[in-house]
């Protein structure tokens, strides 16, 4: 499984921005999506997830200003950040747990990374 992180970009403080990710390659179910991000210097911390039920779960610091949704049908998250702060600038990784299938059919489970995009929040 494949995953293809877009719409990072800069924007002033306050701005807002979309992030879209879309998983493809082989048979395969998703069973949940979502963001984490890294900025310089820090380590990866948990942006929102999404699992195929619609359970979210948001780190702190974004509760309130993004919102995490999906599209099954096209097997795409996406991450809208309103009201952006200088401290939100980061590359955002799009990550995806899934189920992929042997030739009986066998479900396996996997997860993979998105190459990541960047968010740059000018103050």
């Known amino acids: 499984v494949q995953l293809q992180a877009s719409g990072g970009g800069l924007v002033q403080a306050g701005g807002s921005l979309r992030l879209s990710c879309v998983a493809s390659?082989?048979?395969?179910?998703?069973?949940?999506m979502g963001w984490y991000r890294q900025a310089p210097g820090k380590q990866r911390e948990l942006v929102a997830t999404l699992s195929s039920s619609g359970s979210t779960k948001y780190g702190d610091s974004m509760q309130g200003r993004f919102t995490v949704s999906k599209d099954n049908a096209e097997n795409t998250v996406y991450l809208q950040m309103n009201n952006l702060k200088p401290e939100d600038t980061a590359v955002y990784y799009c990550?995806?747990?899934?189920?992929?299938?042997?030739?009986?059919?066998?479900?396996?489970?996997?997860?993979?990374w998105g190459q990541g995009t960047l968010v740059t929040v000018s103050s």
């Open positions: 390659g082989g048979r395969f179910t998703i069973v949940a």
């Open positions: 990550k995806a747990d899934f189920m992929v299938y042997d030739f009986n059919q066998t479900p396996i489970a996997g997860s993979g």
